[in-house]
């Protein structure tokens, strides 16, 4: 019964830390111009990020030890200084970015500009941080995600072609735009499969306490966890392809079409629905991110760290996410167009890939860290796909961004 | 036992389990006629820098000078003899609030982080 909580708690986390900005913009943007065609780009990453996040809890609950502590042990310091500043500068895109989606969930509320709310929104996150503890930011924070649950009710509520959405489920060529579906592809494999996501897991696992005990719990997390996240960006893309589609909305290039989305559904609560999933989801992605950079640094250098201490404990740590807060908001407050910003982090995101899914390959079957718990077959030849598709996506995103990007 | 493998990099903790850092540097004693001998590790920027050439070094050297003093000029050691345990974590029979090597984290918590109110 323990467990069956453990495990309910934990899908509706990881929803939490699936869905955000990225997500939600990318699926919207390519339900929009393609209709169905690419829900199997959002199928492909949540299979991709379903191996790697089981992978990070594994390692992290039979080493005690997180991924980036292990590349950093394994690899040694000149080897980590890549991924660290990688990682760093693509988080730290994704937090604006965040930061961008909850200011612009304000602006709809409101009528004020979004670039009045991004200080607010980051001294709230920055508050949550200093006095919360990792429970309440987990759960607290995740269990209100559980309002973007509306896209599926909608999805469902709009009656489409379920034939139609599972052949959308399966590759195929694109019969207009095709650089730029290419790129809309190459964002939502960056927005699904987010290294922020699996490194913050790992660290989630150590503030939790994880043991050899909870490797089935991890399973039943990562799978159930991620497919639900999934689902609901299938959700998004399912209604943005009906309703923006419909009123001939092809092109989603400002925030202020998007509540459209559920209005013809929901009525005004449409617009209420938009506007809070939009501001929790991108919140509560915020503050993983921001702990998240702070988490790579500490561990990377070897300091104190951990979200239940008193920053008086970790000043290193506790520094380090307030830091990151504050120079986020910045491109925000100069007026930088977070949907923009979104797109342009999402494929930052895909073409970053092989510098955090390559150390996978070595930690998961390296016997000092998790001994009997090696990766099988499947789990290999799934780190083995993620690389390459990583390396792919590395080459394609500059190319793709130029011809392809808005 | 391999040195590059099995020590470098790994987290340090002293004896009350507090992280103090990675093993950033290793230090070893040429002695005629016999094989070289680790005599301690080292921790800190300073020693990270070197890793990545000498120049960054230097700079960091001068860097850590100016900031805290000539006392900081030089990357903290630990003596071999002090090491306790050696898994995947490294244990060294030390007090770290005994040592400098937190001088920069005590400053932090006395000059920014325990100003803001709630920490």
Same mark, same amino acid.
């Given at each position: ?62 080493? %005690? %030890? ?8 394994? *690899? ?57 503890? *990792? ?39 694109? %019969? %207009? ?18 290294? $922020?996501?699996?490194?913050? $897991? ?8 994880? /043991?050899?005990? $909870? ?12 497919? *639900? ?24 290039? /400002? ?39 702070? $988490? ?16 008086? /404990? ?51 079957? /390296? ?40 | ?45 300073? #020693? ?19 900031? #805290? ?33 937190? #001088? ?16």
């Amino acid at each position: 019964m323990k467990k069956l909580l453990e495990i309910s708690l934990g899908v509706v986390t990881s929803v939490g830390g699936f869905l955000e900005v990225g997500s939600m913009a990318t699926a919207a943007q390519a339900g929009a111009l393609f209709g169905f065609q690419l829900i199997w780009a959002v199928v492909l990453g949540t299979i991709c990020i379903i191996f790697l996040v089981e992978m990070a809890g594994r390692f992290a609950a039979v080493s %005690h %030890h997180t991924i980036a502590d292990g590349i950093r042990e394994r *690899f040694g310091f000149n080897a980590f200084i890549l991924p660290l500043l990688a990682t760093l500068l693509v988080n730290f895109l994704v937090l604006s970015a965040e930061i961008g989606g909850v200011a612009i969930a304000a602006e709809l509320a409101t009528g004020i500009s979004f670039q009045w709310w991004a200080l607010p929104v980051a001294f709230l996150a920055w508050l949550l941080l200093w006095k919360g503890t *990792f429970g309440l930011i987990e759960k607290g924070v995740s269990m209100l995600g559980l309002v973007t649950l509306c896209f599926v009710v909608g999805a469902v509520m709009l009656r489409p072609e379920w034939k139609e959405v599972a052949v959308g489920a399966v590759p195929s060529l694109p %019969h %207009h735009d095709t650089a730029k579906y290419w790129f809309m592809a190459v964002s939502i494999l960056g927005a699904s499969i987010s290294p $922020y996501l699996f490194m913050f $897991y790992s660290s989630g696992a150590i503030e939790d306490q994880w /043991d050899k005990s $909870y490797l089935g719990t991890n399973r039943a997390i990562a799978g159930l966890g991620m497919s *639900f996240g999934g689902t609901i960006s299938v959700g998004v893309l399912i209604v943005a392809a009906l309703v923006l589609g419909a009123h001939g909305v092809a092109e989603v290039d /400002d925030y202020n079409q998007l509540p459209l989305m559920l209005i013809p559904i929901f009525g005004f609560w449409g617009f209420v629905l938009f506007v809070a999933s939009l501001a929790i989801a991108c919140f509560g992605a915020a503050l993983e991110v921001a702990l998240q950079q702070a $988490y790579l640094v500490a561990q990377g250098f070897g300091w104190n760290w951990g979200e239940d201490l008193k920053p008086r /404990d970790d000043p290193g740590f506790s520094l380090a996410y307030t830091l990151t807060l504050f120079l986020a908001a910045i491109p925000i407050v100069l007026g930088l167009d977070p949907l923009k910003l979104t797109i342009f982090s999402m494929a930052l995101t895909a073409a970053s890939l092989p510098l955090t899914v390559v150390p996978f390959l070595f930690l998961l079957n /390296d016997e000092r860290y998790v001994g009997e718990h090696r990766n099988g077959l499947i789990s290999n030849a799934a780190v083995i796909f993620v690389t390459a598709l990583g390396f792919v996506l590395a080459v394609v995103t500059v190319p793709l961004q130029i011809f392809g990007g808005t | 036992m391999q040195l590059l493998r099995d020590i470098l990099d790994k987290q340090v903790v002293d004896r009350e389990q507090v992280k103090i850092g990675k093993v950033d540097g290793l230090v070893a004693e040429l002695r005629r006629g016999k094989p070289p001998k680790v005599v301690a590790i080292e921790l800190g920027s300073i #020693s990270l820098a070197r890793r990545l050439g000498v120049v960054p070094g230097r700079w960091t050297a001068r860097l850590a000078a100016r900031l #805290s003093g000539k006392r900081q000029a030089r990357p903290h050691r630990i003596g071999w003899n002090k090491v306790r345990d050696i898994g995947v974590d490294i244990e060294f029979d030390i007090d770290v609030r005994r040592t400098r090597i937190f #001088s920069w984290q005590d400053w932090l918590r006395e000059h920014v982080v325990g100003r803001i109110p709630g920490a």
